[in-house]
């Protein structure tokens, strides 16, 4: 079974930048579109960005479209999130999963708190 394993996350100030790595246990290469979640405080799980098998389409949600940029290296079988100008309403753990989500592999996240 695959396993995702996100880290990257942390404490930026406002305006800053930050990049997201989402690492596959096993490949991941050209086998399911994936996507990058997360969920703040008292909010539901809410979709950030999606890429497809080989990368040749991607969604945004519109609070970070311009701003935040998904990839995938499937040679490495990771999947990135690369946050640019950071806002505190983006303040939230992240996740990666499949496209659509498989309530399965569900990791623990990594925080991205950003500060005003």
């Known amino acids: 079974q695959v396993q995702l394993v996100e880290s990257g996350g942390g404490l930026v100030q406002a305006g800053g930048s930050l990049r997201l790595s989402c690492a596959a246990s096993?490949?991941?290469?050209?086998?399911?579109?994936m996507g990058w979640y997360r969920q703040a405080p008292g909010n539901q799980r809410e979709l950030v960005a999606t890429?497809?098998?080989?990368?040749?389409?991607?969604n945004y949600a519109d609070s970070v479209k311009g701003r935040f940029t998904i990839s995938r290296d499937n040679a490495k079988n990771t999947v990135n999130l690369q946050m640019n100008s950071l806002k505190p309403e983006d303040t939230a753990v992240y996740y990666c999963?499949?496209?659509?989500?498989?309530?399965?592999?569900w990791g623990q996240g990594t925080q991205v708190t950003v500060s005003s």
């Open positions: 999963n499949f496209d659509p989500p498989n309530t399965g592999y």
């Open positions: 096993t490949t991941i290469s050209g086998f399911k579109p």
């Open positions: 890429i497809s098998s080989y990368g040749s389409k991607r």
